[in-house]
């Protein structure tokens, strides 16, 4: 049985404030958003050294499992001037946001910001609506 991948070309929140441009086509697949190191090099405007680095060390230290955090896919891409299908490692949400967590980059910087003030509103807006329903219990 074939399992079904879909494929998504979303512009990333982050980007809104700084670049209304760029685009980064992401897999998305049981509920999470997979890129492959090239995609993070953009999002992270880094080099594909610095993110090899940092994902190896991830791994390294046993801060995410490789298993469930990194996974072949099939893509299409050009070369020359043929269509060829080739397997690409992508990684799971939970590596892009360790990775973007140590990138020493303006981008890096604009992610952590970008991330933090997420996870912040999600805090204070899960307190509040925990706070109203113990007042209406």
Known sequence: MEKKTESYKIKLEI??????KTEIKVQFENETVWLT???????????KA???EHINHILKLDELDEIST?????IVQIEGNKEVERNRKHYNLDMIISVG????????IQFRQWATQRLKDYLVKGYAINEKLKRVA
């Open 70 to 74: 990194v996974r072949n896919f099939r």
């Open 37 to 47: 190191q090239a995609q993070m090099v953009l999002l992270f405007n880094s080099s």
């Open 15 to 20: 980007f809104k404030r700084y670049d209304n």
């Open 50 to 52: 610095n993110i090899s």
């Open 101 to 108: 967590y140590r990138v020493n980059s303006k981008r890096g």
